[in-house]
């Protein structure tokens, strides 16, 4: 007997069986899941033909129907164990479950296209007459497009922030405390001022660490991406502005987001993720 699944949906998994159908969960926003439909569609019917063609020869062996499907199940089920997993599929631990059991861990996406043209999905699609290797080829070369654009275009936002928005504005606020301190100097003994300044000082030494080190970090990006539209194909360049280009922008916004805590709120120029829940 065949039993319905009653539990809840996973919600930390991006493929989750949800008693009657499996549920899609991992679509981006600005992502359109008909790609991924279609392929998971194609993959539901290369196995149905697979499963079909295993009980019908078990049938042309002498086994009833009905037990010949329950074999198949049952078979076809304990090969899918390794996919299989019910606990948290953000935590840390599954990562490392998921590694054990061979299963694909890879988080690049230009890498992650790489699926696109393996033999065995080639196979797959070939074998169900949904699409070709040119086929692939060119969406897989489409998709290293795409995301080579878009972190560019994030980059070059990112340092047009940086150094016409942030620095700037970080600039006058570490100036403002420099002509603080510089006063404070003039009317208190050397002892109460060392005391007294020794908090702003330390800040305005933070300022200009973050200043000089952000400065450096966003034109060393731009170069990173002149130098990664230079790749002689669109994967290459893919990988580029994902092993280059992103250690910037993840280094920049650690340095920002620093700046952002310690400049005088009014003079921030742009909103804060408090802000962005209300009217300024």
Request: aromatic content about 8%; overall charge neutral; glycine content about 2%.
């Given at each position: 007997?065949?039993?319905?699944?009653n539990t809840?949906?996973?919600?930390?998994s991006?493929?989750?069986?949800t008693g009657?159908r499996?549920?899609?969960?991992a679509?981006?926003?600005?992502?359109?899941?008909?790609?991924?439909?279609?392929?998971?569609?194609?993959?539901?019917?290369?196995?149905?033909?697979?499963?079909k063609?295993?009980v019908?020869?078990k049938?042309?062996?002498?086994?009833p129907v009905?037990?010949?499907i329950?074999?198949e199940t049952?078979?076809?089920?304990?090969?899918?164990?390794?996919?299989?997993?019910?606990g948290?599929g953000?935590?840390?631990?599954?990562?490392?479950?998921?590694?054990?059991?061979?299963?694909?861990?890879?988080?690049?996406?230009?890498?992650?296209?790489?699926?696109?043209?393996?033999?065995?999905?080639?196979?797959?699609?070939?074998?169900?007459?949904?699409?070709?290797?040119?086929?692939?080829?060119?969406?897989?070369e489409?998709?290293?497009d795409?995301?080579?654009?878009?972190?560019e275009?994030?980059?070059?936002?990112?340092a047009?922030?940086?150094?016409?928005?942030?620095?700037p504005?970080?600039?006058?606020?570490?100036t403002?405390l420099?002509?603080?301190?510089s006063?404070?100097?003039?009317?208190?003994?050397?002892?109460?001022?060392?005391?007294?300044?020794a908090?702003?000082?330390?800040?305005?030494?933070?300022?200009?660490?973050d200043?000089?080190?952000?400065?450096?970090?966003?034109?060393?990006?731009?170069?990173?991406?002149?130098?990664?539209?230079t790749?002689?194909?669109e994967?290459a360049?893919?990988?580029?502005?994902?092993?280059?280009?992103i250690?910037?922008?993840?280094?920049?916004?650690v340095?920002v987001?620093?700046?952002?805590?310690?400049?005088?709120?009014?003079?921030?120029?742009?909103?804060?993720y408090?802000?962005l829940?209300?009217?300024?």
């Amino acid at each position: 007997e065949l039993l319905l699944d009653n539990t809840d949906r996973n919600r930390t998994s991006p493929f989750a069986f949800t008693g009657n159908r499996f549920e899609f969960r991992a679509v981006g926003s600005s992502a359109n899941c008909s790609n991924a439909v279609a392929t998971l569609n194609t993959i539901v019917a290369d196995q149905l033909t697979i499963f079909k063609k295993a009980v019908d020869k078990k049938v042309a062996a002498g086994t009833p129907v009905m037990q010949a499907i329950l074999d198949e199940t049952r078979e076809t089920y304990k090969a899918s164990m390794n996919i299989c997993f019910d606990g948290n599929g953000y935590s840390e631990e599954w990562k490392k479950e998921a590694k054990k059991r061979g299963l694909d861990c890879e988080t690049s996406p230009p890498k992650s296209y790489c699926a696109l043209t393996d033999k065995a999905t080639v196979a797959m699609y070939k074998r169900t007459g949904v699409m070709n290797a040119a086929e692939l080829e060119a969406r897989k070369e489409t998709f290293c497009d795409i995301y080579s654009k878009k972190v560019e275009i994030e980059a070059r936002i990112l340092a047009d922030l940086t150094e016409n928005h942030i620095l700037p504005i970080a600039t006058q606020y570490e100036t403002r405390l420099l002509d603080n301190v510089s006063k404070m100097k003039d009317i208190f003994s050397e002892a109460d001022y060392k005391k007294l300044s020794a908090g702003k000082v330390a800040m305005i030494k933070t300022i200009a660490e973050d200043l000089s080190e952000a400065r450096k970090l966003a034109m060393d990006m731009e170069k990173a991406c002149d130098k990664a539209n230079t790749a002689k194909s669109e994967y290459a360049k893919a990988n580029a502005y994902h092993d280059k280009v992103i250690p910037y922008i993840e280094k920049i916004r650690v340095l920002v987001d620093d700046l952002e805590m310690i400049v005088d709120d009014e003079m921030w120029p742009l909103p804060k993720y408090r802000e962005l829940l209300f009217i300024r």
